[in-house]
């Protein structure tokens, strides 16, 4: 195993040892923890932080007309599920939305009633969500120092795979929401029937690709997570299934691995076998 790895023990808090995978990539192969399957990068850290500059670059996240529509339909679902949730009205609900980049999901909020507010470390992205309007501070969620229990519900959207150290992030969101207040986590699952055929060729394992991703969760330390920081799990959903990469193999093999992909897309999600996962956590 190499030692000048960037991550070195289980991000949920298991004393497991770590054992190494056949899933090889450039920087070495992914290490599994031995307790809650987590699976981690072998990346060093010099190049885990360059690769977490694409987030700041001034294009970064900036989707055509029809992507922002899809966008908005996932996030009214989501809110209309943390509503649900919380049993009462989104006026009456304070959201913020940590990792917010351009502030996409603090708008969509904003206009289903929501209070909502945003935290980016990303300055340059911070500062543009700002310039559209948006309730949005720089910097890090523990830099803000809200106080106890500021909020009814917190998101992190494709934030902890990118984390060493995720659960005192998890306690500083258990800090500034209220008893019964609702966390809602996505991020990629390693246990999805994606990884079970693609194995290390699919693109959200390459850091290359998916600037800093270290940590790849599956629905078990999802549930191991939230324990130690304080959550219970309300529900875990997964969606999505693919089989092989854009570009990556003849055109032909291509569409039919979509096709494949399409087909098993209500069946992963029934099973739990989808690759985006999707956890609704509530304070305990
Ligand atoms: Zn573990």
């Not at 307790?35 to 900036?62: H, I």
């Not at 929401?177 to 290390?200: C, D, Q, Y």
Request: glycine share 8%; hydrophobic share 40%.
């Amino acid at each position: 195993m190499k030692t000048n790895s960037y991550v070195m023990s289980c991000p949920v808090g298991c004393a497991a040892p770590l054992e190494t995978t056949a899933y090889a990539l450039p920087e070495g192969p992914l290490r599994r923890c031995s307790g809650c399957g987590q699976l981690l990068s072998a990346v060093g850290e010099k190049r885990y932080w360059e690769t977490m500059e694409s987030f700041n670059a001034p294009d970064f996240n900036q989707p055509p007309a029809h992507e922002m529509e899809r966008r908005r339909s996932v996030a009214n679902r989501r809110l209309h599920t943390i509503a649900r949730l919380l049993g009462k009205a989104p006026a009456a609900s304070r959201l913020v939305d940590i990792g917010c980049s351009r502030g996409q999901f603090v708008g969509f909020a904003g206009e289903a009633g929501f209070q909502a507010e945003g935290v980016e470390p990303a300055p340059d992205i911070a500062a543009a969500a700002r310039d559209l309007g948006l309730n949005v501070r720089s910097g890090l969620l523990e830099h803000r120092h809200y106080p106890d229990a500021s909020f009814d519900a917190a998101s992190l959207f494709e934030v902890v795979e990118h984390l060493r150290e995720p659960l005192p992030l998890l306690k500083e969101c258990r800090r500034i929401l209220k008893p019964g207040g609702v966390l809602l986590i996505s991020t990629g699952n390693a246990a999805s029937w994606t990884v079970a055929a693609m194995g290390a060729r699919w693109d959200y394992f390459h850091i290359e690709k998916d600037g800093g991703h270290i940590s790849f969760f599956n629905p078990e330390s999802m549930a191991v997570m939230a324990k130690n920081a304080g959550f219970q799990v309300e529900r875990i959903e997964t969606a999505r299934v693919k089989f092989h990469e854009k570009g990556d193999v003849a055109s032909v093999t291509y569409r039919l691995g979509k096709v494949a992909a399409e087909l098993l897309n209500v069946p992963a999600r029934l099973a739990g076998r989808g690759h985006d996962m999707l956890a609704y956590l509530r304070r305990a």
